[in-house]
Nanobody, 122 residues
Framework: QLQLVESGGGLVQPGGSLRLSCAAS????????IGWFRQAPGKGREGLLC????????NYADSVKGRFSGSKDNANNTAYLQMNSLKPEDTAVYYC???????????????WGQGTQVIVSS
């Protein structure tokens, strides 16, 4: 069974950093692309970036460019979202998702994690 489990969320002060993890099971990260999304209260799910199965990443959200980056560790079958210079408006539930190719459309992904909450507040 294919499964994604996010972790690493929490409360952080503005300007701080967090690294979210997305552990995959039932498949390997060299087969699927991994997208990172977030959903703030009362808003739709926003695509942030996508980590290619072959390596490298594609950024989608202008609001996080230069602050967020994606990576993966094939040996541990885990993808990461490094978030720096966090702002209160980054507060959201963060999700990873696996799909056949990178996209910022929710519908293009086949498998989703349960999400991890990030709160940026002083």
């Amino acid at each position: 069974q294919l499964q994604l489990v996010e972790s690493g969320g929490g409360l952080v002060q503005p300007g701080g950093s967090l690294r979210l993890s997305c552990a995959a099971s039932g498949f390997t990260l060299d087969v699927y692309d991994i997208g990172w999304f977030r959903q703030a209260p009362g808003k739709g799910r926003e695509g942030l970036l996508c980590i290619l199965s072959s390596g490298g990443s594609t950024n989608y959200a202008d609001s996080v460019k230069g602050r967020f980056s994606g990576s993966k560790d094939n040996a541990n079958n885990t993808a990461y979202l490094q978030m720096n210079s966090l702002k209160p408006e980054d507060t959201a539930v963060y999700y990873c998702a696996a799909g056949g190719y990178c996209s910022d459309y929710v519908s293009e992904y086949d498998y989703w994690g349960q999400g991890t909450q990030v709160i940026v507040s002083s």
